[in-house]
């Protein structure tokens, strides 16, 4: 008799990947070997999307040509550029990427092609252009105008610019460069299972790209980090306690805490407290902050739970300035990274990803005709 199926497929393996691992009883993150604690402040965004596309860290004449080909990617195709005004006012954010990097697709040159070094350059493109969607969409929502992005600036600090409508502090560039860097690759995560399963039907990388969208879009997998920062917010003065015990209480979930992997302290949290504590001291308020910390002592102190990648997330994205409901795209924006690099590893070994299933339904039914049912 066949095994019980796990629900959730927990600790199954759904696919051999060489980009990123996880020691789940030793809180560690590794992408293509490299500790995230060796990476994060040290690696750019850009460094750490090479190294997962393009399988090693480059050196300076590689980061240069990499650097380039992102620049003279960025450039948005005409279809998704007239599409963006109506689609912002009809969709939220997530939905409006979904749709608009689908519109993408029909502008890019490789769309029709799976090739090894067709992917590479729409990898490549779809990294460049993510930032872009996200600032342009929330330009035509605002009704504002997004600056002309400048090729010699990075990726954070060209995003920052777009989004805030200010030339941001260079040490505000580091620290989002950072959460980049922090947020690129996490193995088989939801949105990266449903983008490898849409390539290993030979899919395209935009339609698999589409899928890990909608699939991050889901508030069991992305939003998380919204979700903390609106209760952050809803809390009265001095109220946090007995606001985080209360919801304990009442068996609500509090989001930012405990992970389906980690057994102790997701290894990307430790980086983004830090942030938050160092721009809530340079802004000269560090409401959130205290808030922050107070939550997570009550919830380790009730529950035994640390705070994942996503709790301290949200009051650093809101001290850089970005909008809350613009948190999860932000993710995307990272996530492009490791998203793509899946589906070059998925095509360059690719078998059609097909579970089993276990049916629990009616068994032997007689079919009536219609008028005996």
């Known amino acids: 008799m066949a095994d019980k199926p796990t629900k959730g497929l927990a600790d199954v393996v759904a696919a051999s990947t060489a980009l990123s691992d996880i020691d789940g009883k030793a809180g560690r993150l590794f992408y293509r070997g490299y500790d995230i604690h060796d990476l994060a402040g040290r690696a750019t965004f850009e460094e750490t999307a090479h190294l997962l596309q393009r399988g090693k860290l480059p050196n300076r004449s590689e980061l240069d040509a990499y650097v380039d080909e992102l620049a003279q990617g960025r450039e948005l195709g005409a279809l998704a550029s007239a599409n963006i005004g109506e689609i912002a006012e009809k969709q939220k954010p997530m939905e409006a990427l979904r749709s608009l990097v689908s519109l993408a697709a029909a502008d890019d040159v490789d769309k029709d092609s799976i090739a090894p070094d067709a992917n590479l350059r729409k990898a490549a493109r779809l990294t460049a252009q993510q930032p872009l969607l996200v600032a342009r969409y929330h330009a035509a929502r605002s009704g504002g105008s997004v600056p002309e992005p400048d090729p010699s600036l990075s990726i954070a600090a060209n995003f920052l610019h777009e989004v805030t409508g200010r030339v941001p502090d260079p040490r505000e560039v580091e620290i989002f460069d950072e959460c980049l860097v922090l947020h690129a690759d996490h193995t088989m995560n939801a949105s990266t299972f449903a983008a490898r399963v849409c390539a290993a039907t030979l899919s395209d990388m935009h339609s698999a790209i589409v899928a890990a969208i909608g699939t991050l879009k889901g508030p069991l997998h ?26 304990l209480a009442a068996h609500e979930k509090i989001m930012g805490f405990g992970h389906r992997v980690y057994k102790t302290e997701d290894p990307r949290a430790t980086h983004l407290r830090k942030m938050s504590a160092e721009l809530a001291e340079a802004g000269g308020d560090d409401t959130y902050y205290r808030m922050s910390k107070e939550m997570e002592e009550v919830v380790f102190e009730t529950k035994g739970l640390y705070p994942n990648v996503d709790f301290y997330a949200a009051s650093v994205y809101h001290y850089l300035g970005i909008p809350t409901d613009l948190f999860t795209p932000v993710f995307s924006i990272s996530r492009m990274s490791g998203w793509t690099a899946h589906v070059i590893e998925q095509h360059a070994d690719n078998r059609l990803i097909r579970p089993d299933s276990e049916y629990i339904g009616e068994t032997d039914q007689k079919w009536k005709p219609i008028d005996e049912r």
């Open 222 to 247: 992305g939003g998380a980090n919204e979700q903390v920062m609106k209760l952050l917010e809803s809390i009265p003065p001095g109220q946090v306690a007995q606001v985080v015990r209360d919801k």
